[in-house]
């Protein structure tokens, strides 16, 4: 059965950083790519970045390149987001998932995914 489980979210302030975990369990983690996505309230779900769990080949969305870093560890089963010079723009609950094969950035090709975990930037 896969676990996806979301933490580091909270409140911060414009400019800030927050670092996000995602704990995966249950996966074949060599077949897997990892994604970040993000909602925000009225909105679609988006795209954020994702890594290849095999290569460790990364993607950013426009928005956050050069802001926001995903990392893995392989020996901890963990998924890192680490955002820096956040942006109220940034709000939205978070998102952990899992896509089987697929080098992707569509939410629909997302096998699995974490509860969510809220960020909150205030100006």
């Known amino acids: 059965q896969v676990h996806m489980v979301e933490s580091g979210g909270g409140l911060v302030q414009a400019g800030g950083s927050l670092r996000l975990s995602c704990a995966a369990s249950?996966?074949?983690?060599?077949?897997?790519?990892m994604g970040w996505f993000r909602q925000a309230p009225g909105k679609e779900r988006e795209f954020v970045a994702a890594?290849?769990?095999?290569?460790?080949?990364?993607i950013y969305a426009d928005s956050v390149k050069g802001r926001f870093t995903i990392s893995r560890d392989n020996a901890k089963n963990m998924v890192y987001l680490q955002m820096n010079s956040l942006k109220p723009a940034d709000t939205a609950v978070y998102y952990c998932?899992?896509?089987?094969?697929?080098?992707?950035?569509?939410?629909?090709?997302?096998?699995?995914w974490g509860q969510g975990t809220q960020v909150t930037v205030s100006s």
């Open positions: 890594i290849r769990w095999s290569i460790g080949n990364t």
């Open positions: 998932a899992a896509s089987y094969t697929r080098w992707t950035t569509k939410p629909v090709e997302y096998n699995y």
């Open positions: 249950g996966l074949s983690f060599s077949y897997y790519t």
